[in-house]
């Protein structure tokens, strides 16, 4: 069956209910029907609760309170490299951006203004640059941090659908990274310009970030937009939390030409994991 045929279905489903009720059951407080689920969930994709701060699951008062959990102290250090990895998850690309194409998949590419919401200026920036995709699956830790120090200057919800992202609907739907519900981060960094983007999918209930909180929902129709360059300014350190999912998604990063080379550890389906080096100086041997 080819990849486009199997992902039919998602074109079909009723996703925006989907996740709206996905989104109700995991804020709500059941009790033990919640510490149930959690359970179960441990058990399927086999989460590692030895890693969690608290790892005692019937602590947990909604599922969203167990899925953005946080790590225990030490559980990920931080490598001396120009940039780490900023999740726990699976390298879908990486690479050169090809002027303003990034590929997604075999026979898939789409442009930087689409994936930015369509800021022309700001995609320029990245133009034959360079990006990482990063999926994160149902058992990782779902809390985003940054791969080197920066100071926020806009940020922006860009409404779309909800396919999900994995590596089927990836090489199924043409331009699901651009497609998809996301939430748009851009900072001035010590590498230059670099775009952070959450990108939502089917049942991720909201995104949120450290300085806003929840931005979806709502979800609005049109995209919304905030900067930053008034005001006291928000830095944030190499390995701090900026944001997280709640329930799986992607993280898509763009940066400047000539900023970094990543590491020649990296690898497509790799498995990655928060504060690895994930990029060296370009010079670096």
């Known amino acids: 069956m080819s990849d486009r045929l199997a992902v039919l279905p998602q074109y079909l489903l009723p996703k925006r209910a989907l996740t709206a009720l996905a989104g109700r059951f995991a804020s709500a407080q059941a009790g033990g029907q919640t510490t149930a689920a959690i359970r179960r969930f441990v058990a399927r994709y086999r989460v590692d609760m030895s890693e969690a701060e608290n790892p005692d699951i019937a602590s947990y008062a ?3 309170d167990f ?4 790590l225990r ?3 990920r250090p931080l490598a001396d490299a120009l940039a780490i990895c900023p999740v726990d998850g699976a390298v879908s690309q990486f690479g050169a951006i090809d002027e303003d194409q990034i590929f997604q998949a075999k026979g898939h590419r789409y442009s930087t203004t689409a994936l930015l919401g369509g800021d022309a200026a700001a995609a320029s920036r990245f133009s034959n640059g360079s990006f990482a995709t990063i999926y994160l699956s149902p058992r990782d830790y779902h809390r985003i941090h940054m791969p080197c120090d920066g100071r926020l200057r806009r940020m922006t919800y860009v409404p779309g659908a909800l ?5 089927l609907t990836a090489r199924g739907v043409p331009g699901l990274f651009a497609r998809n519900e996301r939430v748009v981060c851009l900072f001035d960094t010590p590498l230059g310009a670099m775009a952070l983007v959450l990108v939502g999918a089917t ?3 909201s995104m949120a970030t450290v300085w806003h909180g929840t931005v979806n929902p709502p979800r609005s129709a049109e995209p919304r937009h905030w900067t930053y360059d008034d005001g006291p300014e ?3 350190r190499k390995g701090e939390e900026m944001g997280r ?3 799986g998604s992607t993280v898509v990063l763009l940066f400047e030409p000539g900023a970094l ?3 020649g550890a990296w690898a497509p389906a790799r498995a990655v994991r928060l504060g690895e080096a994930m990029g060296l100086p370009p010079s670096a041997p």
Do not use: E, H, K, Y
């Open 62 to 64: 909604t599922f969203n």
């Open 73 to 75: 102290p030490g559980a």
């Open 245 to 247: 999912f709640m329930l």
């Open 234 to 236: 928000i830095l944030l």
């Open 203 to 205: 049942i991720v209930g």
């Open 261 to 263: 080379r990543f590491t």
């Open 163 to 167: 396919f999900s992202v994995n590596p």
């Open 67 to 70: 899925f953005t959990r946080a």
